[in-house]
């Protein structure tokens, strides 16, 4: 018997390849300072600098918003001075009239890569990467591939293939859709880069 045509729609949609965040070449779709702290080099969003510090958070934001996904994406993290550190948020948004990002943040740096904090909020790391397990799975100062997944309130992060968190928010009043960003931390002589984000909506 033939699959009705709307079975198949929808077998094909659930099916459907993640889909790219980024053309590699332009910042379509995207907000922030790209005139000073962001810039395009080989395909990747780099932010900030190893021979300027950076002075504090920037971050670069999809203009959409995002509920219940898995993200994809190549980063590396690289410092000569000061607290080295990024992140990617998600189901964040803008403080009004402000550089700084609330919400949830996939962390980067030294004792924080692998786990969850909450950016200007609770102000908090809300899961905690063990760091013997970090330490087998990363590759500092070189690419490495991050995964999140978020399905209502349960958050999942992976690095290089290897699940660091598994959280589910206890507080039903924090929001389950946002914007996506990469983040500089501010206060070091570092440069953030990211490349290959895609997404699939769940």
Request: with cysteine.
């Amino acid at each position: 018997m033939k699959a009705p045509a709307v079975f198949l729609a929808l077998a094909a949609f659930a099916s459907a390849a993640p889909i790219p965040l980024t053309d590699g070449k332009t910042f379509e779709g995207w907000e922030g300072d790209t005139t000073k702290t962001w810039r395009i080099e080989n395909g990747a969003f780099v932010g900030g600098s190893v021979t300027e510090t950076v002075l504090h958070n920037e971050f670069l934001a999809t203009k959409k918003s995002y509920g219940n996904f898995e993200l994809r994406l190549k980063f590396k993290l690289v410092g000569t001075e000061g607290f080295v550190n990024g992140g990617i948020q998600f189901r964040s948004k803008r403080i009004p009239n402000h550089y700084e990002m609330i919400g949830y943040q996939a962390d980067m740096g030294e004792g924080f890569y692998g786990s969850l904090y909450d950016e200007s909020r609770r102000n908090k790391i809300l899961a905690a990467a063990d760091k013997e397990v970090i330490a087998k799975a990363l590759h500092l100062n070189e690419w490495n591939d991050y995964r999140i997944r978020c399905e209502g309130r349960h958050i999942q992060l992976w690095i290089n293939g290897v699940q660091t968190v598994d959280y589910t928010e206890p507080d039903e009043g924090i929001a389950t859709s946002g914007q996506i960003a990469v983040q500089i931390h501010g206060g070091a002589k570092a440069e953030a880069s990211y490349k290959d984000i895609v997404i699939e909506e769940l």
